[in-house]
C-alpha cells in the first residue's frame, strides 16, 4: 500500500543550486499535483499535470518546472534554488478523468532549505 | 473575495463537545466537497467527501452541504484529543486549499 511516494524526504541546499523532487503514484491516477506548504500559508498549488502528456500551471508555478515521466510519475525541477522556495513540498493524486481536482491522496512531504 | 473561506480558528473545545466547521464558497459550479485533516508535520488526508445536499455521517464526523447557501460544515462529536489538527476545506474543480481551520481538543 505505497499510495503515493515522494523523494527525498529532506534535502538541503545553497541558493543557485538545482534539484529534482521525484514523485511516484501506484493507484493508477490520472492527475498529479505538486504543492508547497508555508506555516500559516495553507497549500498552494505549484503545477499539476491532468492526464499524462499535460502539465499545467498552478497559483505559484514560478521558478518551478516539471515533467510528467508517465502515467505513475510526476516530478518538480527548482532550477535554480533561491531561500523562498524552502517550504515543504507535497505530492498528490486523483483519479479523475473528467475533471481536475476531488479527492486527492498525498505523498508525506518533502521538506526542503535552501539556504 | 476568495474562492474558499473557512472559520479562521484556531478552534478549541473540551473533550467530548463538539466542534463545528464552516466552509464557504463563492462559485456555483462546484458540486461536491472535501474535508481533509492534517496533523502537525504530516501531510493531509482525506476524511470526508459529500456530493449532495444535506447531511452525510461516518462515525463521529457529520458534514453537511447546503448548495443553495454555498455552505458546508463538519461537526466532530465527542471530540477526542487525537481529533487535534487543522482541517481543510475543498471543493471539486478547485485546486488549492486555504490555510484551514486548527482544532485543539483539551482534555
Known amino acids: 500500500n505505497a499510495g503515493v511516494t515522494q523523494t527525498p524526504k529532506f534535502q538541503v541546499l545553497k541558493t543557485g543550486q538545482s534539484m529534482t523532487l521525484q514523485c511516484a503514484q501506484d493507484?493508477?491516477?490520472?492527475?498529479m499535483y505538486w504543492y508547497r506548504q508555508d506555516p500559516g500559508m495553507g497549500l498552494r498549488l505549484i503545477y499539476y499535470?491532468?492526464?499524462?502528456?499535460?502539465?499545467d500551471k498552478g497559483e505559484v508555478p514560478n521558478g518551478y518546472n516539471v515533467s510528467r515521466l508517465n502515467k505513475r510519475e510526476f516530478s518538480l525541477r527548482l532550477e535554480s534554488a533561491a531561500p523562498s522556495q524552502t517550504s515543504v513540498y507535497f505530492c498528490?493524486?486523483?483519479?479523475?478523468?473528467?475533471?481536475?481536482?476531488?479527492?486527492?491522496?498525498f505523498g508525506e512531504g518533502s521538506r526542503l532549505t535552501v539556504l | 473575495q476568495k474562492e474558499v473561506e473557512q472559520n479562521s480558528g484556531p478552534l478549541s473545545v473540551p473533550e467530548g463537545a463538539i466542534a463545528s466547521l464552516n466552509c464557504t464558497y463563492s462559485?456555483?459550479?462546484?458540486?461536491?466537497f472535501f474535508w481533509y485533516r492534517q496533523y502537525s508535520g504530516k501531510s493531509p488526508e482525506l476524511i470526508m467527501s459529500?456530493?449532495?445536499?444535506g447531511d452525510k455521517e461516518d462515525g463521529r464526523f457529520t458534514a453537511q452541504l447546503n448548495k443553495a447557501s454555498q455552505y458546508v460544515s463538519l461537526l466532530i462529536r465527542d471530540s477526542q484529543p487525537s481529533d487535534s489538527a487543522t482541517y481543510l476545506c475543498?471543493?471539486?474543480?478547485?485546486?488549492?486549499f486555504g490555510a484551514g481551520t486548527t482544532v485543539t481538543v483539551r482534555a
Open positions: 498528490a493524486s486523483s483519479e479523475n478523468l473528467q475533471r481536475v481536482g476531488g479527492e486527492l491522496f
Open positions: 493507484m493508477n491516477h490520472n492527475s
Open positions: 499535470s491532468a492526464s499524462e502528456g499535460t502539465t
Open positions: 462559485d456555483r459550479v462546484s458540486q461536491s
Open positions: 459529500i456530493y449532495s445536499n
Open positions: 475543498a471543493p471539486d474543480y478547485k485546486l488549492s
